[in-house]
């Protein structure tokens, strides 16, 4: 079984660049996609960014493509965010992820094993 810690936010002007990682336990971390979500206060979480074991397949919610970039290091049992020209509505708690298989999926439920999340503020 497969666990991920994630770290990484921070307050940033908007315009900025932050990146997160996700620390994954366990061996069989290449077998599994990996996904970011975010959850602002007042709203649900929502999908942001997924990838899938190898690294050979991305998918991105429509508010973040062209601005932030998924990627994973199987060597280091490691998954980032890239996240660039940061808006403030990019402001939340950002989660890391681990998917029930091996490609990226959007929803939650598609998602079997979650971090603490990560505060990323964004301000104007």
């Known amino acids: 079984q497969v666990q991920s810690v994630e770290s990484g936010g921070g307050l940033v002007q908007a315009g900025g660049s932050l990146r997160l990682s996700c620390a994954a336990s366990?061996?069989?971390?290449?077998?599994?996609?990996m996904g970011w979500f975010r959850q602002a206060p007042g709203k649900e979480r929502e999908f942001v960014a997924g990838?899938?074991?190898?690294?050979?397949?991305?998918r991105y919610t429509d508010s973040v493509q062209g601005r932030f970039i998924i990627s994973r290091d199987n060597a280091k049992n490691t998954v980032y965010l890239q996240m660039n020209s940061l808006k403030p509505e990019d402001t939340a708690v950002y989660y890391c992820?681990?998917?029930?298989?091996?490609?990226?999926?959007?929803?939650?439920?598609?998602?079997?094993?979650w971090g603490q999340g990560t505060q990323v503020s964004v301000s104007n």
């Open positions: 990838i899938s074991g190898n690294g050979g397949s991305t």
């Open positions: 366990g061996r069989t971390f290449s077998v599994y996609a």
């Open positions: 992820a681990v998917g029930a298989g091996y490609y990226p999926r959007t929803r939650r439920d598609e998602y079997a094993t």
